[in-house]
């Protein structure tokens, strides 16, 4: 149950090394966005690890309505397609409507349903139907074995490759935690990814906006590496504290190569490769 992304050289699978999904939470303009691809790409480089370059041109959930959305979807895909054209590597980014499925899937190489739209199943439908890989966040209100239902949506618009993130359950105000048991369980649906920044997000936890214990990234990511996942997710920026969304639960992108390195040598030995 393996899912390849062509033509790049990048495979998620149980039995596969880790891919690694990272970049900024949202695009905030072109030179942001190069300057982050070119620094992440490298720190892959030098660990071994395969990129997939996330950053979404919308953050249509954020607290509140005067936090920083993104650049919007037409200029965002536009420097999408041009990280993708001078990095090599795949590009993804969130999709929230239907319409926005077909406007995106054509320069996007995975197509990512927020965890808050992992119900919605006109949404889901139109992302299966697009003939792109479909990666769907496990929502914080959500049980792993019900994401069975999610991925049979996705299946009914076509035959779109799936994968499953996992990205904390809510266990109280403003508090998520994450339970390991739900990796093996959605790996009996789809490959796995497991989100190490979101599941430290303290949601709403500033009142303006979102909080989050960026310290505890590394220990929830190695737990995840230890268990066998067929990816890592985890937002990365230059300079975390003065990002302009999620800054609490992104990794700084120059300690990010030393981190990989160590989730390398955990997904070897867990995987026998």
Request: proline letters at 7%; hydrophobic letters at 45%.
């Amino acid at each position: 149950m393996n899912v390849t992304l062509t033509p790049y050289d990048v495979v998620f699978g149980a039995d596969r090394p880790f891919v690694f999904i990272g970049g900024p939470c949202v695009i905030e303009d072109r030179e942001s966005a190069l300057y982050a691809a070119q620094a992440i790409k490298t720190a892959c480089d030098a660990a071994g690890v395969p990129l997939v370059y996330k950053s979404s041109y919308d953050k249509a959930n954020r607290s509140s309505s005067q936090a920083f959305r993104g650049v919007g979807m037409d200029e965002g895909l536009m420097i999408l397609e041009k990280v993708k054209a001078e990095f090599g590597v795949p590009v993804l980014s969130d999709v929230h409507t239907p319409a926005e499925v077909k406007a995106a899937a054509p320069i996007l190489d995975i197509l990512q349903i927020p965890a808050f739209l992992c119900r919605q199943t006109d949404l889901l439908v139109a992302a299966g139907a697009s003939g792109k890989t479909v990666n769907v966040k496990k929502g914080q209100f959500m049980a792993p074995w019900d994401m069975g239902n999610a991925v049979a949506k996705v299946a009914q618009g076509g035959d779109a490759q799936i994968l499953l993130t996992e990205r904390g359950t809510t266990f109280g105000y403003n508090t998520l935690v994450v339970d390991m048991q739900a990796l093996p369980i959605m790996a009996r649906f789809a490959p796995v990814i497991f989100d190490a920044g979101h599941s430290v997000q303290q949601p709403g936890g500033l009142g303006y906006a979102s909080g989050g214990k960026r310290e505890m990234i590394p220990a929830l990511a190695r737990a995840a590496a230890a268990v066998g996942v067929a990816g890592i997710f985890l937002e990365c920026h230059p300079d975390p504290d003065r990002a302009p969304c999620d800054g609490p639960n992104m990794w700084p992108i120059d300690r990010l190569a030393d981190l990989l390195k160590t989730l390398a040598e955990l997904d070897k030995i867990t995987k026998n490769l």
